[in-house]
């Protein structure tokens, strides 16, 4: 039997990711790809992949997978408990797994999102250049469920050798920098200040798409209606109710409300790990222009950014900004 991952328990909502398929906004296609793409990258590096190889992403964890060969394989994101046949297993690590062994993947503890990534990588069809599932579009494979098999590509290479990979658990509170938005002067000086001052809290209304906050609205100056706008992975928007909504990795192309701000790429994925009831606060990003996405970002100096990024609120470098 060729090698691949038997779906012995899918979990809630679990989908196959790699790093989504940019570059086709002007059709309409959304990027899609790993919501916490740190996380993935550095499951494909523990187990010596590409950084674009595609994993799973598992909504809050509680999956359960065989290997029909031994391969090797990485979990990483959210903190859960992680058992290889009868034996607790470290996330974090390169892990060897014997062939026909039952990998069991625990209930999230914190965060979201945990990721599991094999050695040669998903390979369903790709569609655009990538495996990554569209729950808004519909593109790339279906929502993983019991009893798939999902195809291994070939191992290009012996995992790093590697203690552990630190990971901190995802934050508690999260400040995030945000970048002027196209319509900020759509807003009254009183509604920029808010988004600037006010905590807002993650809504249970949060998935791919976006993060929906609830808190202090933001009122307009301006009345009426845009017509659509582009939008990209970060952007601010404004509803009529007056209660921001963040894009995430499966956001619309477009829309028609306006944009009052953007998220810092680099702390996007932060929101991928934020569970309904996360405290969240903006401050204004510093500096000349917003970092490269993280998806896009070189691996080593992605990987160097773990720590900053995941760090509690009072040691993030966007707190004393």
Known sequence: ?????????????????DLGRPGFAHLGVPRSGAADAGALRLANRLVGNPADAAGLEIL??????????????????????????????????????????????GQARAGLRVYAAAAGGIVVPEVLGSRATDTLSGLGPEQVRDGDVLPLGPVLGPPPGVDLAP??????????????????????????????????????????????LTGAPLTRAVDGELPSEGLVLGAIQVPANGQPLIFLADHPTTGGYPVIGVVDPGDVDLLGQARPGTAITFVRAPGRGPRQPSSERPAGDRDSLRQERLAPVGDHPAAGA
């Not at 779906?7 to 809630?12: K, P, Q, S, T």
């Not at 990485?74 to 690590?93: E, I, K, M, S, Y």
């Open 167 to 212: 990971y901190p658990p995802p934050a508690r509170e999260l400040r995030l920098r945000v970048w002027p938005g196209p319509r900020e002067d759509w807003f009254t000086t009183e509604a920029v200040t808010t988004l600037f001052t006010a905590v807002y809290r993650v809504s249970p209304e949060t998935d791919r798409v976006g993060a929906r």
């Open 60 to 105: 809050l964890g509680g999956a359960r997978l065989r290997a029909t060969r031994a391969p090797t394989v990485a979990v990483t994101g959210a903190p859960c408990a992680v058992t290889v046949g009868d034996r607790p297993a470290d996330p974090g690590l390169p892990l060897a797994v014997p062939a026909g062994a039952l990998i069991t993947i």
């Open 1 to 17: 039997m060729s090698a691949a991952l038997e779906v012995v328990r899918a979990g809630v909502r679990t989908t196959v990711q």
